[in-house]
Each structure stands twice: as structure tokens, then as C-alpha cells.
């Protein structure tokens, strides 16, 4: 998911053109990751609460996905499979049979989670009216994703700007009324069953064709081509020694994360090598309210109820 | 000045003073603007009607000193209005002697981390900010990390315990 973020900005300064089953593949994974992403914010979030149970459910979509994303890249937790211009690789021939069983298997899980909780009394008085951020609060801390959107902000990258193909897709964005912890887990909730949605369509309709593009600026020549041809072989050693090489300038380029706008803003000196990439994370503005939204509760209410459902992820705070 | 996005518009109309630069381009505009007046700019952009800024998604450093542009350092403000689906780039250039400038604190609460973290990696002084200490490196830290000239191989333990503080 921050890979798209990231190949999206590089791809986008550069006018490079994906093909269409790589565009749809990725929004396949990220949507997955939002899913993944959602279930950790959740599930361990639940279990602050002391509803335990949860996290088995909302860890078996994980680990569903998980075998999806390393039957697909190799790796579990820290993938890469993304490249500037495409993907690493086409998805394997049982990408069909375990996609189709994460579609199917998901839902039931979530359905679970849903009814051990939502009408649960514990729940509902631990995270009603708990941790409200108001809609002017949240825009002037600068809040996106679904902690905003929770708060009432209609404010979602693949609607606002669709990027990788979006616009393709039918999908709903849920918006809070009250901006309370309750309802940050009500959102989660509903946009795991949004990207559901779009999962399927993304399998209905998978286009044939390339998994990358054949732009020789970024991408490596296959290897028929690198041993028969001196110019693929040429390209293969500049785009490995040198990298990828960025025109000049500088440019900010945004992607709509699990947790929100995730931006790159890129300064570039024309080399293989970026000059300056600062990355603007969702949750680095969103964690410095806390210390507002604290005031008045109690410990393990800013730590777990609302702590949780506001998704701090630390690796996106010092990067 | 027909067919300029109307946000550049508006700081020629009112901040013409101001405005060193535009670069162009759909979707990604920038401004580049002197420091002085800074607050009263964003205060602009967030307050007028027709423009109505309300988000402040990032500020940032920028250290332009192996690019060899003067003066050596900038801020990058980027700005996004949800009601009207504008975004614009401000850059404050400023120089090494003196990089300092305003606060948008007052503005924009969520500046407080960003311009925190600005001055933590770049050393630049932002003036009338609430809390402005180092945000991600530690007490004892010497220097500022993402200046190109920092020697990036220099280890800097912390060995003294801080007392930590509700910031």
C-alpha cells in the first residue's frame, strides 16, 4: 500500500502508463492491505476493551491475506511487490483458487466480529462519546482517512482523485456523524466490507495482458531480451547502476492510505538517486491531537479505547 | 492574468508584494512567497470564502545545498481545500544565516508537529511556536540530520535519562 503511494508519485512525474492488469492487481493488494491494516487497528483495539475473542476472528483475514500477498511476492509482512511501471512478477496460477477463498472466508469472519460486538453493552459505553473530534477539529489537525471520515469529513483520495484505475470501480465511502471512538470502528468496519467490494470486481474483471510496462526508463528488459539484445542489455545496466533516472523538479503526489492521505512530496536533481522525499504520513498529524483529546478521561481510555481506534502506527510517525 | 487558477489569483490580487513566483502545473501549483507576512497568507487562504484552505496536509524543509539554488533553504507549505477541491504549494525560501520565520500554529493546529519537525531535521526557527523542540531525535542530539552537509556516518548516544514531560 505505501509502495503504491510511492510508485505512484515516480510514476506519475514521469508520465509512464501501466497496463491495465497491473493497474488492477494493485488495487487488488491494496485493498487487501486495507483490509489487513483495518483488522490489526481493530482487533487489538477489541482486545484493550477485553474482548479477546475478536482478535482470532479478525487475525484469520490476516492470515489469509498473508498467504495470498507471499504466494504472490515471497515475503508475509514486510512485501514489496510493487515496481516503479508495474508489478515484480504476474500473480501465480493459484492466485484465482486463494483469492476466491479469501473473498469467501473474509466476510464470515467479519460477520462474527459484528455480532460479538455491535450490540454489545461493554463496547458500546466504553466507545460512545468517547474521544470526540469534531469536524472543524479534525480538519484543523488535519485528520484524513477514516478517523476524518468518522468525524463526518467526506474526504477520500480514490473518489476525490482516483489514481490506479478507481474510478473503475463501484464502491461506497462511510462517513461517521458523532467523530467517537464508536464510530471509527464503524467506519473500519464498513470500508473492510467496501474493499471487499471491490475485490470482487477487480477478480470479475481481471484484464489479460502485461503485469509491467515495457517503458525502457523504468522498467528491466525481460531476460530473453537482456541476453539476445545489446540495447535491452545496455538498459538493464544503466537501470541497475544508476536507477531510475527522475527528470528534475519537484512535485507532491498522494495516495489515500489505510489511515489516510499518505504523500510523497519529491525534489528531484535529475539523477538515479532522489534528492529529497519527504513523506507526509496520516497518522503523524492525527497523533499529535491526542494529547488534546485526552484531557478529561481516563488512562485506559485514551490508551486503548480510543488509542487503538485511532490507528497510531509508529512507524509512521518517525519514518 | 485570465485563466490562472483562482488561488493565485488571489494572492497576486492581495499579497502582490509577496509573491516571488508561480510555477504551474494541473493539479500541483506552486507559490513561492517571501517570509515576511506568512501568517496573514494562511490566514487568508483558510478564512476567504472562495478559497477556504482548510486542511494543512504537510510542511516541510528543504536543504537545496548540493542543487547549489539560493538562498539554501525552504518550507514547503501544501495546502488542500475540501470544499472546493483546490490544492496549492507555498514555498518560503530562506537563508542560511537566518532561517527563521512565523509560526502557522495559530492557523493551522496541526502545524505543531510538522514545524517541529522541520526544525528538528533542518534547524529552522519558527517564531511564536508553542513547543518548539526537537521532536524525533533525542536531548543530547547535536546538528540537524537532513542538512546535506550533516556527516550522516556520526552516531550520537544518548546517555542521560530525560525526564519526560506531558508536552
Known amino acids: ?167 473503475n470501480y463501484e464502491f461506497d465511502v462511510p462517513l461517521g456523524d458523532r467523530g467517537d471512538a464508536h464510530d471509527r470502528y464503524m467506519v473500519r468496519i464498513e470500508e473492510m466490507v467496501q474493499s471487499l467490494r471491490i475485490m470482487q470486481q477487480v477478480l470479475d474483471n481481471l484484464p489479460e495482458g502485461a503485469a509491467s510496462t515495457d517503458d525502457p526508463r523504468a522498467f528491466i528488459p525481460p531476460k530473453h531480451e537482456t541476453y539476445d539484445n545489446i540495447e535491452a542489455l545496455m538498459n538493464h545496466f544503466k537501470l541497475i547502476y544508476e536507477g531510475i533516472r527522475v527528470p528534475k523538479g519537484d512535485w507532491y503526489s498522494f495516495t489515500e492510505a489505510a489511515n489516510g492521505e499518505l504523500g510523497f512530496y519529491c525534489v528531484s536533481d535529475g539523477s538515479g538517486n532522489p534528492y529529497r522525499v519527504k513523506v507526509r504520513p496520516p497518522c503523524f498529524a492525527i497523533c499529535q491531537s491526542i494529547e488534546k483529546i485526552a484531557v478529561g478521561h481516563m488512562i485506559p481510555g485514551p490508551d486503548g479505547d480510543r488509542r487503538k481506534l485511532m490507528n497510531i502506527i509508529a512507524g509512521e510517525l518517525d519514518r | 492574468m485570465d485563466g490562472e487558477p483562482i488561488t493565485i489569483r488571489k494572492l497576486r490580487e492581495r499579497f502582490g508584494g509577496e509573491v516571488l513566483d508561480v510555477q504551474r502545473r494541473p493539479g500541483d501549483d506552486a507559490v513561492t512567497l517571501k517570509r515576511g507576512r506568512i501568517p496573514d497568507i494562511a490566514r487568508f487562504l483558510r478564512d476567504d470564502p472562495e478559497l477556504r484552505y482548510g486542511y494543512l496536509m504537510d510542511i516541510c524543509g528543504v536543504d537545496y545545498l548540493d542543487l547549489e539554488i539560493q538562498p539554501r533553504f525552504a518550507v514547503i507549505y ?42 528538528d531535521m533542518f534547524g529552522i526557527k519558527f517564531r511564536g511556536h508553542p513547543f518548539l523542540r526537537r521532536i524525533l531525535t533525542h536531548h543530547q542530539f547535536v546538528g540537524h540530520p537532513l542538512r546535506k552537509d550533516y556527516d550522516h556516518g556520526k552516531r550520537q548516544l544518548c546517555t542521560e535519562v530525560w525526564d519526560l514531560e506531558f508536552e
Open chain 1, 1 to 167: 500500500m505505501n509502495n503504491l503511494g510511492y510508485c505512484h508519485a515516480i510514476e506519475e512525474w514521469m508520465g509512464i502508463d501501466i497496463p491495465p492488469r497491473a493497474q488492477a492487481l494493485r488495487v487488488f493488494f491494496n485493498e487487501m492491505h486495507r483490509i489487513l491494516d483495518h483488522c490489526v487497528c481493530l482487533g487489538p483495539g477489541l482486545v484493550d476493551l477485553g474482548a479477546l475473542t475478536n482478535l482470532w476472528y479478525l487475525f484469520n483475514i490476516r492470515e489469509l491475506g498473508y498467504e495470498l500477498i507471499e504466494n504472490a511476492c515471497g515475503s508475509r509482512l514486510t512485501t514489496s511487490y510493487l515496481r516503479v511501471g508495474g508489478l515484480t512478477r504476474d500473480v501465480p496460477s493459484d492466485f484465482y483458487k486463494k483469492a476466491k477463498t479469501f473473498l469467501k472466508e473474509s466476510p464470515k469472519n467479519l460477520t462474527d466480529v459484528r455480532r460479538l460486538i455491535e450490540r454489545n453493552r461493554i463496547f458500546v459505553e466504553r466507545t460512545r462519546d468517547i474521544g470526540v473530534v469534531s469536524k472543524e477539529d479534525a480538519m484543523a489537525w488535519g485528520y484524513t482517512g477514516p478517523c476524518a471520515r468518522a468525524s463526518g469529513i467526506n474526504y477520500d483520495v480514490r473518489k476525490v482523485r482516483p489514481y490506479s484505475g478507481y474510478e
Open chain 2, 78 to 119: 501544501h495546502l488542500y481545500s475540501l470544499e472546493h477541491g483546490h490544492r496549492i504549494r507555498l514555498k518560503v525560501p530562506l537563508d542560511e544565516t537566518d532561517a527563521e520565520l512565523d509560526s502557522v500554529v495559530p492557523v493551522w493546529d496541526g502545524a505543531n508537529w510538522f514545524e517541529r519537525e522541520a526544525f
